[in-house]
């Protein structure tokens, strides 16, 4: 467990880095100039830009992971976050806090991929959906702790967006120091003919079991990394049609849009802009709780009734927050139920948080073959970075041209979109090896299908988990 949360402190990083750009927002919005409906799309920009970066993120880290190892190319990363919040802090020309959100950005990108990577290829069957959820956890703590952060900064007043940017540097450095605590992956060890060091790192994770551990995995790991072309190969086409949908109906209904924005569409509800930061500040603490019990369950329920239940949430949650703005007939517009639109969205995050958030980075870790694991996260996170950077870009033109009514109620046919994807194409990879799943995506049509107690009951019962 120590060894997850060490890696999921990555996720704590991106978290923080992508949200607390939402309490800067009215500042910056003043400071560069950028209010007014005219401006809708440069105020996008500056919000969305740290999800374009993340696509050269995307992109670069899974190459790099399999050429200079996981954890490695993790401490690159930090030593990234830390740059960019100085440099954000500091930024006094716009193109200059641009380019800090941007290099933000790359760190985010190689974040999101490497860190459920890393644990995946680490952690033991029987607790892997909760040690990659713990990458989730961190993920909501860290947005949770960015809203306590730009809450606590209000008072500083019109300069206190820098303070607000800046304060990140501090976890990026634990984030670094921590990392030289842990192992490598073992299974990238032994992609390299390292298998010694291989054993050496099973054992922090497999005690006593390592060798065993090492002996069953081996014969399954690839001696080269993946090449792009193979994403396109008929072998995989059912894991990246898969891995692709859940990664675009993830931010396609509007969770980033939501959180980069929760102050400014609560303050729109009818609300002053400290009440706005005190409710972000709720929902922040209901996403941690709910990510708790999404890991609580997922190892016991599985990923998919999670995403059915949790999926249903979302769509109830965002056409009740349209039906809540249906008065408003224009930017500005007074709305009808403002206490309807905070409740609309504690309902959306905590359905989010207990579904979408967390299993889709599990099972997106999970599905492929250990050969392509690090290409195919490559391009389904650069994927998952496009639909989050379009939609985050487009929010506040969308809400000028077009209203909250709208906006939301496109992001709710959209979770109904989702709910129909999942109970078509989702099956259930809950107490399988990674071995197995491979199979189970990659295989013969006839194994896909296969239903996940076959293959559990052949297996003898998991001694007890202890607490995590």
Known sequence: ????????????????????????????????????????????????????????????????????????????????????????ADAHAYLVLILARVLGGLAVGAAILLAPMYV????????????????????????????????????????????????????????FALLLTVPESPRWLLARGRRLQALEAMRAVHAEAAAAELQRIEPATPEARGAWRTLFSARLRFAMIFAA????????????????????????????????FRQSVLVGLINVAMTLVAMSLIDRVGRKPLLLV????????LLTIAWAFRSTVGPGAAVAHPALVLAGIILFVASFAVSFGPVTWVMVAEIFPDRERAIALSAICFWNSLISASVTLLFTWELARWGAVATFLGYGLLAVAALVFVAT??????????????????????????????????????????PA
Not at 310 to 317: E, F, I, L, Q, R
Not at 438 to 465: I, K
């Open 120 to 175: 995946t290829e680490i952690a033991p069957a029987e607790r892997r959906g909760l040690l990659v959820a713990t990458n989730q956890l961190m993920i909501v703590m860290g947005i949770s702790a960015s809203f306590f952060s730009n809450d606590l900064l209000l008072p500083m007043g019109a300069s206190g967006w820098r303070a607000m940017l800046g304060v990140e540097a501090i976890p990026a450095l634990v984030f």
């Open 310 to 317: 949790g999926g249903t949430g979302m769509a109830v949650a």
């Open 245 to 276: 949908g859940l990664a675009f109906f993830q931010q396609a209904t509007g969770i980033n849009a939501v959180l980069y924005y929760l102050p400014t569409i609560l303050a729109q509800a009818g609300g002053s802009l400290a009440s706005a």
């Open 1 to 88: 467990m120590r060894i997850a949360l060490v890696a999921a402190l990555g996720g704590f990083l991106l978290g923080f880095d992508a949200t607390v750009i939402s309490g800067a927002v009215p500042f910056i919005r003043a400071y560069f100039g950028l209010a007014g409906s005219a401006h809708s799309l440069e105020l996008g920009w500056t919000v969305s830009c740290l999800d374009w970066g993340a696509m050269a993120g995307n992109l670069c880290a899974g190459p790099l992971a399999d050429r200079f190892g996981r954890r490695t190319v993790l401490q690159l990363t930090a030593a990234v976050f830390f740059a960019s919040s100085l440099l954000a």
């Open 425 to 466: 194409l989702g099956p259930e990879t809950r107490g399988r090896t990674l071995e197995e799943i491979a199979q189970l995506f990659c295989g013969p049509r006839l194994r896909r299908r296969a239903p996940a107690p076959a293959l559990e009951a052949a297996r003898p019962p998991a001694a007890p988990t202890p």
